[in-house]
C-alpha cells in the first residue's frame, strides 16, 4: 500500500479534511461553522500536523514528552489506509520529536477512532466523563495512551534498520531480531536528530540484555559510541570511525 505522509506548515489541507461532511461532525467540538486552524498551526512549533492524501494525525505537544493525538481520516482512507498512515505518523513524532507518550480521546460512538486506537496499539487508561464535545453537550470520551516502549516492541521497520546499522558499523554479532528491533529504533531517533533519546531508550534496552551500552562522545557533530566502534551521524547516514581516526 502506497501511503505518503509529510508535515504541513500550513492548514490548507488539513482544513479540507476537518470541514468535509464524514468528518465535521466527530471533530467540531462546541465550535460553529466552518473550521480554520491556520492560527493554531502556522508558526506553532507545539502543533504538528502529518497528513497524507486522505487523512492523518495532528500531534499537539501538552507538555515535555506528552503529546495530544487527534485523528481525522476521510471515508475512503478508512481501515487499512488509516492504519497504514498512523504507523508513519508514529514513526515520525517518536523518532523526530522528544515525545515519550501520547494521549487520543476517543469519544463514545466514534467506531473508527477506536478501531484505529486498538489497531495501532494504544492502551485504555479511563473515561473521561465530560472528555468531549458533540452537538454542543459533553459526553464521554475513553482516554488510550501509546509509550514509546511500546511502540519500538511492535512498531514496522526497525529490525531492518538495525540490521542496516550494525551492517553500516562493520558490527559482526549473533543474529537478534530484538537487538535490531531497538538499535533501529535509537537509528532513526540518531538520523532524527533526538541524540539524548535514541541512547537514552537504546541503554534502557542495554541494561536489561546485558548488551554493551551506547556512549555520546560529542554532540556536535553527533558521535556515539557501543561497545568498541565509534560512529558519527553525517544527515541520513552514519559513519564508523576508523581505529585511529579522531573525534574531531
Not at 520529536?97 to 469519544?107: F, H, I, N, S, W
Not at 492502551?123 to 495512551?145: C, L
Not at 539524548?196 to 531508550?201: I, M, P, R, S
Request: charged share 20%.
Amino acid at each position: 500500500m502506497n501511503v505518503t505522509i509529510e508535515r504541513h506548515t500550513d492548514a490548507a489541507h488539513l482544513n479540507s479534511i476537518l470541514n468535509h461532511p464524514d468528518v465535521y461532525q466527530w471533530v467540531k467540538g462546541a465550535a460553529e461553522g466552518p473550521l480554520d486552524l491556520t492560527p493554531l498551526v502556522v508558526g506553532n512549533d507545539d502543533v504538528i500536523p502529518l497528513l497524507g492524501e486522505h487523512g492523518g494525525q495532528i500531534y499537539h505537544r501538552l507538555q515535555p514528552g506528552l503529546f495530544d493525538c487527534h485523528s481525522q481520516f476521510l471515508t475512503q482512507g478508512r481501515g487499512a489506509w488509516a492504519i497504514e498512515a498512523t504507523r508513519k505518523t508514529l514513526h515520525w513524532v517518536f523518532t523526530r520529536t522528544e515525545a515519550l507518550e501520547l494521549l487520543t480521546r476517543v469519544p463514545h460512538g466514534n467506531v473508527a477512532a477506536k478501531a484505529l486506537a486498538k489497531g495501532i496499539g494504544g492502551q485504555f487508561q479511563f473515561t473521561n466523563e465530560r472528555g468531549w464535545v458533540m452537538h454542543n453537550k459533553p459526553v464521554p470520551a475513553d482516554i488510550y495512551s501509546l509509550t514509546v516502549q511500546e511502540w519500538m516492541r511492535t512498531a514496522p521497520g526497525l529490525v531492518e534498520r538495525g540490521k542496516w546499522l550494525y551492517e553500516r558499523l562493520g558490527i559482526e554479532a549473533p543474529a537478534d531480531e530484538t537487538r535490531d528491533r531497538y538499535a533501529g529504533a535509537a537509528c532513526d531517533m540518531l538520523l532524527g536528530g533526538q541524540t539524548l533519546k535514541a541512547v537514552a531508550l537504546f541503554n534502557r534496552f542495554a541494561a536489561m540484555s546485558w548488551h554493551p551500552l551506547a556512549q555520546i562522545v560529542s554532540l556536535d557533530p553527533v558521535a556515539v559510541q557501543i561497545g568498541e566502534v565509534l560512529f558519527e551521524v553525517r544527515g541520513d547516514d552514519v559513519i564508523p570511525f576508523a581505529p585511529s581516526e579522531p573525534t574531531h
